[in-house]
């Protein structure tokens, strides 16, 4: 069984943790290539960040609504990043998840890697009575799938893969303030929900609870083990 190094990073700044991410990928490069393999490292951050948008690679500008006087009213920046997938925020009450992982270790294609991280959010919810599933055509988790009117995103994922290393990773709406997301399109869509687990289920989750569990569905899910550091 492969070991993962986990580390919850608290609120942190986003371009911090970028450039923090950049450093393990590096590190986990430098390992697949050391001799005899003895070097390998895989990572696994969370964290929440402070008010942020962020718009990879295929995304368009004009689905960020507001001008840049209006970003800096409601406390937020914004960043073009090296990610798949559009636009989407990120803020305090969510979990964001930073899996740094070498894929061929873990012999599995970035197809499989996607839905990985969507069946650990799948799992996660389950328990809470939240039956969250998979929308054809679009990464991340929904409620309510094929009920017009009612698809929501509860979950977000965007992920960047070089020489089968991943960065960046999901995004878990559980106390999330939901008002930022009217700023956008929220990944380019125009036509879906954004949802938390606190507006499913009436009232403020319990935080650490829903880390334990998500960390515990990384292991499951992904067949490691983690260690603190």
Same mark, same amino acid.
């Given at each position: 069984m492969q070991t993962v190094t986990?580390?919850?990073?608290?609120?942190?700044?986003?371009?911090?943790?970028?450039?923090?991410?950049?450093?393990?990928?590096?590190? +986990?490069?430098?390992?697949?290539?050391?001799?005899?393999?003895?070097?390998?490292?895989?990572?696994?951050?969370f964290c929440e960040h402070k008010h942020v948008y962020t718009l990879g690679k295929s995304g368009q500008d004009n689905n960020l609504l507001i001008s840049d006087e209006m970003l800096k009213r409601i406390d937020a920046t914004y960043y073009h990043i090296n990610r798949g997938g559009d636009i989407t925020y990120h803020g305090p009450g969510q979990i964001v998840a930073y899996p740094i992982i070498d894929l061929e270790l873990f012999k599995i294609t970035l197809k499989d890697y996607i839905h990985n991280l969507e069946e650990v959010i799948i799992r996660t919810l389950k328990p809470f009575g939240i039956n969250a599933t998979r929308l054809d055509g679009a /990464?991340?988790?929904?409620?309510?799938?094929?009920?017009?009117?009612?698809?929501?995103?509860?979950?977000?994922?965007?992920?960047?893969?070089?020489?089968?290393?991943? @960065?960046?990773?999901?995004?878990?709406?559980?106390? /999330?303030?939901?008002?930022?997301?009217?700023?956008?399109?929220?990944?380019?869509?125009?036509?879906?929900? +954004?949802?938390? @687990?606190?507006?499913?289920?009436?009232?403020?989750?319990?935080?650490?609870?829903?880390?334990?569990?998500?960390?515990?569905?990384?292991?499951?899910?992904?067949?490691?083990?983690?260690?603190?550091?």
């Open positions: 986990f580390q919850d990073l608290g609120l942190i700044d986003y371009k911090q943790a970028w450039d923090y991410q950049e450093e393990l990928f590096a590190k +986990v490069l430098a390992g697949r290539n050391s001799e005899n393999g003895s070097g390998k490292v895989n990572y696994l951050l /990464t991340g988790v929904w409620l309510d799938v094929g009920v017009p009117g009612k698809e929501r995103k509860i979950c977000a994922i965007g992920v960047r893969a070089s020489r089968f290393v991943t @960065m960046h990773g999901l995004a878990f709406n559980v106390n /999330t303030n939901l008002d930022y997301f009217s700023y956008i399109n929220p990944c380019g869509f125009v036509d879906k929900g +954004v949802t938390s @687990m606190r507006k499913e289920l009436g009232g403020e989750v319990d935080f650490e609870e829903v880390k334990s569990k998500l960390k515990k569905e990384f292991e499951a899910v992904f067949g490691f083990e983690t260690k603190i550091n």
